[in-house]
Structure formats: structure tokens, C-alpha cells
């Protein structure tokens, strides 16, 4: 069992029982091994279904979006950082939302667990000291969770959430030799025909069902554009300019708000790692305007201002 | 972005054009015109092209 979910029930639990908040927003244990979906809790007797684990891939700031009453929230690096962009775009006030970060160490990839493993896996259970056992089919393997991450969590600098009411546990180090664009630059270095066959094939087995979209916190118009009828922006089949145009846009509309938390990967049936789009963003945004998303909620969104200082190469 | 995924940077061209430059905006529509002329014919992001499989 995880160390952090006697703490996380202790707090939920006193929470409620407090009246402080009406909802509380966590994790719970799936039907199917290796998923943590999301619950809302509105009683003290019922705080014993939240859980934690590795897999709780989920962004629960999504949750958040215009609610009504004041809610708490457990909240990963990532998750908070998603908060703070709530926050700075008034989807969500402050004062309505209580924050219970949770340091991170990472949340792992259920298809890379599955592919190592090889059979069908029944359970997997998470040690203190970082190692994985995983069942299924009679037989048990041992893992290292390091192994088993997934990518955005690899390259993460921010599990420790930015801002919070409370904690769950002491913060996580964060290792000093992640290389966070690694992934970008191993793209860059590639000749332009290259990266367009790159993502060609990142997106041919897209089905346009949106899950990427929909577990996204920052996809939170009323209307998406791929949705509207009049005009319509995009086509809806599987055309691959429609496929690629959809990425396109959704990855635009993310700029300077993604944290990366990687939480339209996790949703993906297809298993398609769609932040090669949305990391390049982020990487730019810090190159061009030395901008964060989800660090501060008094400042816009790089994409939001303009000084007459902002580099303009690209203009001639 | 779009050239980090594929797009030839010479189809991406941005300029500032006040409305009262008339010859900076002919020399740049006529350079934009003459670089995209270079690179040939767009294949990205065409609709119902018939592609090579
Ligand atoms: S991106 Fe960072 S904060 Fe988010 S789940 Fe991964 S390690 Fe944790
Ligand atoms: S979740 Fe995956 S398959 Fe669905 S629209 Fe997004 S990228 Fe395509």
C-alpha cells in the first residue's frame, strides 16, 4: 500500500467532517489493474475508497472547470501547476479550492508495464523502495519503477506542487541531471522531411475520439473547434490533413498553458504520445520568453501579452 | 512549431506592414512568392490528395 493514502484519507476525512469543503477530489482504485480513475467524495464515511498509487495519470485540475461550492483537490506537480493556470485564467478562484499537494515521484506507464510483462497482467503492487512486482498468468516479476515511468514524468522538474494548502508528505528531490527537451532535440536535429514523416506516422492510428482533448485541463472551451458545425474548421474523417490540423490547433491552444503533465498521453487508447507537439511549445516558450506555465497565477500566459521587447527573428 | 513538425519554413513568412508601406509590402509578397516558387507545389496538410503509399 502506498505510503501516502492513510494521510490522504486522514485529511479528506477531516475535511469533510470539518465542513470545509464539500467535495473532495482524488483518486480511486480501478476495476482493471494498473488505472486510478478519478472520484469526488461528499462524505466522511466514504473517504476509505481514495486511494494512491502510480497510476493516477490523471489531471485532476480537469475537475475543477467552472465548479460551483468549495472543493478540495489532491494535487500532483503537474496537477498544480494546472490549478495555478485556473486560477490566473479565473476558471477557478482561489478561495473555492482547497489544495492538498502531493510530492510526486513519477506515475508509470501501464503499456510499458504491459509490453515488459508480456501476459496479462492481474495485479501490480508498488513497494516503498522504488521496486514493482507485477502478476498475472501465474507467474511474478520484479521491476524498478525508474523503469517503468512515463516519458513526461521522466523529464519532469516540478513534482513538488507550487502552491498548496497543505501537504501530504516532506517534497520529493528532483534528480539535477534531467535533460527536459531530449526528446524535442533528438526531433530537431532531423531533416525537415524527416520530422514531417515523424509525425505522420505519430498520428496515423488516430482515431479522433478526443480523449487526449478531454482529459486536458486547459481544453476547457464550450465549443471545441473541431466540434462546431458553422463554420466548420476542420473535417471530421480520418483524412490525415484533418487528423494532423486537429494536433495541429489543439497543440497551439495549449501554448504557454500545458504543464506536460502528460495526462493526454495516459487517456490516448491508440497510445499515441502527442506531446511531441506540445513539448516543443513548452520549449519554446521558455527559450523565447523564458516563460513556465502554472508557476505564478499573477502573471498571463506567455501567449496572452505582448512587450516590445519579445524577439521577433521570425518577422522580417 | 510548425516547421519543428514538417512545414518548410519558406510557406511560414511573418512581416510587420503598416498600411502605408505600399513598396515594403510588394517587396515582400513578391520575395514570399518567389520562395514558396522554390520549394514547389505544398504536399502538407492537403485534402484529398492521392498519396504515395
Ligand atoms: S509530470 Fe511530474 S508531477 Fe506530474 S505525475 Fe509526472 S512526475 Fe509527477
Ligand atoms: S486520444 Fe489518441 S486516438 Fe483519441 S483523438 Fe487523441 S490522439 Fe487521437
Redesign the pocket.
Known amino acids: 500500500m502506498h505510503t501516502y493514502i492513510d494521510k490522504i484519507r486522514e485529511i479528506a476525512s477531516r475535511l469533510l467532517k470539518e465542513e470545509a469543503v464539500e467535495m473532495v477530489i482524488g483518486y480511486q482504485e480501478g476495476t482493471l489493474p494498473m488505472i486510478s480513475p478519478p472520484m469526488s467524495v461528499r462524505s466522511a464515511e466514504d473517504v476509505e475508497k481514495l486511494t494512491w498509487s502510480s497510476h493516477c495519470c490523471i489531471n485532476l485540475a480537469n475537475y475543477l472547470t467552472d465548479i460551483k461550492g468549495k472543493v478540495a483537490v489532491f494535487a500532483k506537480g503537474c496537477d498544480c501547476r494546472s490549478i495555478v493556470n485556473h486560477i490566473a485564467e479565473g476558471k477557478v478562484k482561489r478561495e473555492d479550492v482547497v489544495i492538498i499537494g502531493v510530492p510526486c515521484n513519477g506515475m508509470m506507464e501501464r503499456r510499458t508495464i504491459s509490453n515488459i510483462f508480456g501476459d496479462e497482467i492481474e495485479e501490480v503492487v508498488e513497494e516503498a523502495d522504488g521496486t514493482v512486482i507485477v502478476r498475472g498468468k501465474g507467474r511474478e516479476e520484479k521491476y524498478q519503477k525508474s523503469d517503468l515511468l512515463r516519458q513526461c514524468c521522466r523529464v519532469c522538474v516540478h513534482k513538488n506542487p507550487v502552491l498548496y494548502d497543505e501537504l501530504v508528505a516532506d517534497p520529493v528531490a528532483i534528480p539535477e541531471d534531467i535533460q527536459r527537451y531530449k526528446e524535442v532535440e533528438k526531433i530537431e536535429a532531423r531533416e525537415i522531411d524527416k520530422r514531417w514523416k515523424f509525425f505522420e506516422n505519430l ?1 496515423s492510428t ?8 478531454d482529459a486536458c485541463p486547459t481544453c476547457y472551451c464550450p465549443t471545441c473547434f473541431v466540434d462546431e458545425a458553422q463554420p466548420q474548421w476542420v473535417g471530421k474523417g480520418d483524412d490525415e490533413p484533418d487528423v494532423m490540423t486537429f494536433h495541429i490547433l489543439r497543440a497551439f491552444h495549449t501554448a504557454g498553458r500545458c504543464t506536460d503533465c502528460g495526462a ?1 498521453v495516459s ?4 497510445g ?1 504520445n ?1 506531446r511531441a507537439f506540445t513539448k516543443k511549445l513548452e520549449k519554446d516558450c521558455l527559450d523565447l520568453w523564458d516563460w513556465e506555465a502554472g508557476l505564478t497565477s499573477d502573471m498571463r500566459p506567455a501567449l496572452e501579452t505582448f512587450t516590445p521587447s519579445d524577439p521577433e527573428d521570425n518577422f522580417k | 512549431m510548425l516547421t519543428h513538425i514538417g512545414i518548410e519554413p519558406e510557406r511560414l513568412q511573418f512581416s510587420w506592414i503598416s498600411s502605408a508601406e505600399s513598396t515594403k509590402f510588394i517587396d515582400v509578397v513578391t520575395e514570399v512568392v518567389e520562395a514558396v516558387r522554390k520549394v514547389g507545389p505544398n504536399t502538407r496538410l492537403v485534402k484529398n490528395m492521392v498519396r504515395e503509399p
Request: include cysteine; charge should be positive; glycine fraction near 0%.
Open positions: 498520428i488516430c482515431i479522433r475520439c478526443y480523449a487526449c482533448r493526454c487517456a490516448c487508447p491508440m499515441i502527442m
